[in-house]
């Protein structure tokens, strides 16, 4: 299929650009590919090795700069499905006091979870689904190579800065976890934190992160679920509807049953505060 790209005139790094997109010789399903390349105008040549990763049908096509949100969906190759961009818009409103609005759970728990759980990480080829602003990113151990996804564009953003302070090799990239642009089988591990709360089909997604799992893989998942306890439970039903409609998350999600429903075995499920906040091994 004849790829039409638009650039910028005579720069170099376009040319470069199109060239790596043609060398690679894959079907798309799409005739059209749009680079606005203007960030990089005066960038220089060694800076599009520190770009991130965009995939389409699964292939690596070009270290891209995240930049417009309409060609992103271009390259994401499906337009999201209407539940999947509303909770995009939320994500992506929420986006500049995110970190803000966790900042003291983040101190007392969050931290040292992630830290352990990602210090603990088998494997080396890694998907991190859901990144958000890239909160993980500083505990993965240096022999990681990180494919980070999420779907909201503001979060990827800040999740780029936090590139520079992890000691693993990360590359970003704007993909729905439901619709995962990648081969069967290529990842050691997944890992996930707080994502199946806000993924609209959650056991759609779970059975996504069983296709790309290698088979000998493991999937990790940090998540907060619905209380068990009659009093929480109610609490939790009633204040849904809230945080769904303002940030995009559910606190009321099933998740250990999801996770069986997607096919996926579980191998460990351990509370780590009351019953809510659950860390879960599973393997395809
Ligand atoms: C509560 S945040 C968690 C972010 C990060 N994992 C952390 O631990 O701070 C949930 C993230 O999941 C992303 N997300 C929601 N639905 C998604 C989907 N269908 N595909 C990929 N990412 C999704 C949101 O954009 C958001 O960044």
């Not at 986006?95 to 609005?101: E, K, Q």
């Not at 999740?159 to 642009?181: Q, Y």
């Not at 081969?183 to 050691?188: G, L």
Request: proline letters at 5%; charged letters at 30%; a positive charge.
């Amino acid at each position: 299929m004849e790829i039409t790209v638009y650039t910028r005139k005579n720069c170099k790094l376009c040319q470069e650009a199109i060239s790596k997109i043609k060398n690679l010789n894959i079907q798309f399903d799409f005739d059209l590919i749009l680079i606005d390349i203007d960030n990089l105008g005066n960038a220089k040549g060694e800076y599009l090795d520190k770009i991130p990763l965009i995939y389409i049908n699964g292939q690596e096509v070009f270290r891209y700069h995240l930049d417009d949100r309409k060609l992103l969906q271009i390259l994401m190759n499906k337009p999201l499905n209407p539940r999947t961009r509303i909770i995009e818009k939320r994500y992506s409103r929420f986006a500049p006091f995110y970190d803000l609005s966790e900042f003291i759970v983040e101190e007392i728990y969050f931290k040292k979870w992630r830290e352990k759980i990602l210090g603990n990480l088998k494997g080396v080829k890694i998907l991190e689904v859901g990144a958000g602003t890239g909160k993980n990113f500083p505990y993965y151990p240096a022999d990681k190579e990180v494919t980070a996804i999420d779907i909201s564009l503001p979060m990827l953003r800040r999740a780029e800065n936090r590139i520079r302070s992890s000691k693993a090799v990360i590359n970003l990239a704007i993909m729905d976890a439901e619709n995962l642009a990648l081969p069967d089988n290529s990842f050691d591990a997944i890992i996930t934190t707080y994502v199946f709360c806000s993924v609209p089909d959650p056991v759609r997604g779970l059975k996504e992160l069983k296709r790309v799992c290698r088979p000998d893989g493991k999937i990790y998942l940090l998540e907060h679920v619905l209380s068990t306890k009659l009093f929480m439970k109610t609490f939790m039903n009633w204040l849904n509807p809230l945080t769904v409609s303002l940030f995009g998350y559910n606190i009321n999600r099933r998740t250990v049953d999801n996770i069986k429903k997607a096919g996926l075995t579980i191998i460990e499920e351990k509370n780590l505060r009351s019953d809510i906040f659950k860390f879960i091994i599973a393997k395809p």
